[in-house]
């Protein structure tokens, strides 16, 4: 479910995806995830143009995936341009519209052709879960944010912030100025402590900070 197993797992379902966008087959294979895992609020493939052929949410294959396009997402059109993965900045998902980071890769198609994309948006309610964080010694206070200071997850829990600026100001500007080290500043629980921050690395780069 996080960003580096979503990385792990793409080529596979790059390649069950990689023949002519037929929606039967598309939809057998991404209907698959919602039954298997809590962690997207959605899946799917876009065409070259944005239009999203097939596509599933927590509640099943979506029925009229055409009506949706994306070719204005910030993560469609980097996708495209970087034959690579990419992740997103946190928005609300192009199919349900929970609020989560959309990772996208582009699907394998004809050489000098845009290629189509396969997206996952990854529920940002599903990172407090994630196992580095719950399993912090006792006492430790984790938030994770992105490089706009969004509160993306946070250990103990802070469901109803979650998508919003992170309260703290001065630790926010200390995260988003200093983005690595130790500084004494006022955290999450109100208290003045020293506090750790690093960039999580892997696919999402410096694009959270924890």
């Given at each position: ?5 979503h990385r ?8 069950d ?6 929606r ?22 876009a065409?070259?143009?944005?239009t999203v052929?097939c ?5 099943g294959?979506?029925r ?6 994306v ?14 993965f ?10 349900s519209?929970?609020?989560s980071l959309?990772?996208a890769?582009p699907?394998?198609?004809?050489p ?9 948006a990854?529920d ?6 994630a196992t ?5 010694p006792?006492?430790t206070?984790?938030?994770l944010?992105d ?22 100001r001065?630790?926010?500007?200390t995260?988003?100025t200093?983005r690595?080290?130790?500084?004494d500043?006022?955290g ?10 690093d ?5 999402a ?6």
């Open positions: 479910g996080s960003p580096v197993e792990n797992a793409d080529p596979a379902f790059s390649r995806l990689a023949g002519p966008p037929y039967s087959g598309c939809e057998r294979v991404l209907g698959l995830v919602p039954r298997s895992t809590r962690k997207y609020s959605a899946v799917g493939a065409l070259p143009d944005g052929y596509g599933a949410t927590q509640q294959v979506t009229r995936p055409t009506a949706h396009n070719s204005g997402a910030g993560w469609f059109r980097a996708a495209q341009a970087r034959r690579g990419v992740l997103g900045e946190y928005g609300p998902d192009p199919l519209g929970t609020g959309v990772a890769r699907i394998p198609g004809p000098g052709r845009p290629p189509s994309i396969m997206f996952a990854i940002a309610r599903s990172f407090s879960e580095a964080l719950k399993d912090a006792r006492g206070t984790f938030v944010i490089d706009r200071g969004t509160l993306l997850g946070a250990v103990p829990a802070m469901d109803e912030r979650i998508g919003r600026p992170l309260r703290d001065a630790l926010a500007h995260l988003l200093q690595r080290g130790t500084a500043v006022v999450p629980d109100g208290v003045k402590r020293i506090q750790a921050f960039p999580v690395g892997g696919p780069g410096t694009q959270m900070l924890v």
